[in-house]
């Protein structure tokens, strides 16, 4: 390489260093040039988040798959109270208690309890009930004006379907939807953290009466089952039993909600996919896998740390930095998948292959309701409106604008459900 080849090089890996860091809006709308470049050239790349901790990005599939499996790379954001307290505030610690920010034996014995409520059988059990909800929306859903399909339709199906499961009353789900919503798009800023505490305050206080509620009068769903089991050895204490809910619904309804979303508009952007599926419905289960692959709803894990100094490739992500794995990097490496900026609902191997749902003791819980919900989902909306159609060009989408995001998903998706009947 000559000495004006490396200067470019470093150039646009500090470019694209940047740009993942502050989350700009070119980035966002398409990260995925940003994660190309990084892989290339700096495939572990220490960066500057907005929220002010040593960060090391870890861009390429194996060694972002080897990352989630390595005991060396902690999940327990507690023991990195420092971190924790400057990216969280103090206001998260009551609603972080949870299999999600713990290691083994602790997480062990926290997602044992937890993946009782996630059998083969419960989950399958939840099917009709599924099917139930998605027809009531979809009938709700105007087909002579656009529709905002996030929020008619994706957001609502998995929010009912988990809220059901855990019990939360139908009137109360209005403002758990919108605490939840404040706290995965709240920023860095000093604004932003008192946002943060004020929704984050709001839930604790809301899943506390909640508990109290359930344990004067029991009923058929998954907090009262773990209520029930308070006085087992090794059932959850009362500050895991807050927090296990809070992540619960949290994950159990965003993750899916936006994987619809990049669903829908993935397919209405590649037509020829989605008449694949129409013509051949046994692809629909891998075509789900394909979008989980090549625009899934997590873009990166969830905060790890180092309790060592550890090198990956050449470079040494020191003891104590936290450690992010970009999956929606991994999942277009081409060194694992042939082809990866194509979207092709026939790929084959791609649910034993892609990190959509992470790896390793932490692989999302949640994942068989996520393909149901999904399942369920795209067969029911293509089959009711064959015809439907993006109200906007496919450049022009509005991806979350928040910076150094966890997810990847839509603000906004609007669509025509029945085109010929759309009025003006």
Not at 61 to 66: G, I
Request: charged share 25%; glycine share 6%.
């Amino acid at each position: 390489m000559t000495q004006l080849d490396e200067r470019d090089t470093t150039a646009a890996t500090e470019e694209a260093a940047s740009a993942a860091s502050r989350g700009s809006a070119e980035y966002r709308a398409n990260p995925y040039p940003v994660y190309k470049c990084l892989r290339e050239t700096a495939p572990v790349c220490q960066l500057t988040p907005p929220h002010g901790v040593e960060t090391y990005l870890i861009t390429r599939f194996d060694d972002a798959k080897a990352a989630l499996t390595d005991p060396r790379i902690s999940k327990d954001m507690y023991a990195a109270i420092e971190a924790y307290h400057t990216i969280f505030g103090d206001s998260s610690v009551a609603l972080d208690d949870n299999m999600l920010f713990s290691d083994p034996p602790k997480h062990t014995r926290l997602r044992r309890i937890i993946n009782k409520a996630f059998t083969p059988r419960r989950i399958e059990s939840l099917r009709p009930r599924i099917q139930e909800i998605t027809d009531e929306l979809l009938e709700r859903c105007s087909t002579t004006e656009p529709v905002d399909l996030l929020a008619s339709f994706a957001f609502p199906l998995p929010l009912t379907v988990i809220c059901e499961l855990m019990g939360v009353p139908e009137e109360e789900r209005d403002d758990v939807q919108k605490w939840c919503s404040t706290v995965a798009r709240t920023g860095f800023s000093k604004e932003d953290k008192e946002r943060l505490a004020l929704a984050e305050g709001a839930l604790r206080d809301y899943f506390m009466s909640l508990i109290a509620r359930k344990r004067t009068g029991a009923t058929d769903d998954l907090l009262s089952d773990l209520i029930r089991t308070q006085d087992e050895q090794g059932a959850l204490n009362d500050g895991e039993l807050l927090s296990t809910l809070w992540v619960l619904l949290f994950a159990g309804h965003k993750t899916t909600a936006y994987l619809i979303g990049n669903a829908v508009f993935n397919l209405l952007t590649h037509r020829d996919q989605l008449q694949a599926i129409v013509a051949e419905p046994e692809l629909l289960p891998n075509a789900i896998e394909e979008v989980i692959r090549y625009e899934g709803s997590v873009e990166n894990a969830t905060f790890r740390h180092a309790l060592e100094d550890i090198t990956i490739r050449d470079t040494v992500i020191p003891k104590g930095a936290l450690v992010q794995v970009a999956v929606a990097s991994a999942n277009r490496d081409p060194e694992k998948f042939a082809s990866p900026d194509t979207f092709d609902v026939r790929r084959e191997g791609v649910q034993s292959a892609h990190l959509g749902f992470g790896g390793g003791p932490h692989y999302c819980l949640g994942a068989p309701l996520a393909r149901m919900e999904m399942r369920i989902a795209l067969t029911t909306l293509f089959g009711r409106f064959p015809d439907i159609a993006l109200m906007t060009e496919a450049d022009e989408a509005e991806w979350l604008k928040v910076p150094f995001p966890a997810f990847r998903g839509l603000e906004r998706l609007p669509v025509a459900l029945d085109p010929a009947r759309l009025r003006g």
